[in-house]
């Protein structure tokens, strides 16, 4: 079975503070990688993933994060947040369980940016 | 990526009774999703439901509780029946394909 642990539950950044969400996944198979975004009242939207090639990925908003194969990791980052960056993020995997693809999310990381 | 109407967005239901959920999505999808999200933990998946088949439910999750259609590729519903306390939740959503998964808006339950 996959499983994905998210280390941060709850993280508190002054603005223009770089930001390192931590996310481990177990699955012994091939992955992609997802992370989500749910603004305060809003719905989750796609903030970037990853399915194969560069291990560094780039989304949205000036996140970006790296696959690390070795690790079975999946880190988001950003070098400057934003106080509009308050969100809950969720790191994904999504793999082969039982003869289909199967998403499994993390707990998730509540990032409170302070201005 | 394909965008989902769900609806209701909220509601409150006396315990005993059920509610129907709705999600609509823009194109046509082969795959949907029905998600549970308790407060204070992450997305549970409940069941994948495939258009053509009966869905596929997760560890937990079982038919009686929790009926789902999926008439045809762009419309899937999600009854959550004899409802409890213990059903108050968030139920999402979400229609995958290659660019990654969309989710409805929630619909945010309240059983008392």
């Known amino acids: 079975a996959q499983s994905v642990s998210q280390h941060n539950h709850h993280v508190i950044l002054s603005e223009a503070a770089s930001l390192e969400l931590g996310c481990n996944y177990s699955?012994?198979?091939?992955?992609?990688l997802f992370w989500y975004v749910q603004y305060p009242g809003q719905h989750l939207q796609l903030l970037l993933k990853?399915?194969?090639?560069?291990?560094l990925v780039k989304g949205i908003k000036g996140f970006e994060a790296e696959f690390i194969k070795s690790k079975f990791s999946f880190n988001l980052r950003k070098p400057s947040v934003q106080w509009s960056d308050t969100a809950e993020y969720f790191c994904?995997?999504?793999?082969?369980?039982?003869?289909?693809?199967?998403?499994?999310f993390g707990i998730g990381t509540k990032l409170q940016v302070i201005p | 990526s394909a965008v989902i109407s769900q609806k209701p967005s909220r509601d409150i239901c006396q315990r005993g009774t059920s509610l129907t959920i709705q999600c609509q999505v823009d194109?046509?999808?082969?795959?949907m999703f029905w998600y549970r999200q308790q407060p204070g933990q992450s997305l549970t998946l409940i069941a994948t439901?495939?258009?053509?088949?009966?869905?596929?439910?997760e560890s937990g999750f079982v038919i009686d509780k929790f009926p789902i259609s999926r008439p045809n590729l762009t419309f899937s519903t999600l009854t959550v029946s004899n409802m409890s306390p213990e059903d108050s939740s968030i139920y999402l959503c979400?229609?995958?394909?290659?660019?990654?998964?969309?989710f409805g808006s929630g619909t945010r339950l309240t059983v008392v």
């Open positions: 979400s229609a995958g394909g290659d660019y990654g998964y969309t």
């Open positions: 699955y012994g198979g091939t992955v992609n």
């Open positions: 990853y399915f194969s090639g560069d291990p």
């Open positions: 994904a995997v999504e793999g082969l369980s039982g003869g289909y693809q199967k998403v499994t």
């Open positions: 194109s046509q999808v082969t795959m």
């Open positions: 439901a495939n258009q053509g088949s009966e869905a596929t439910y």
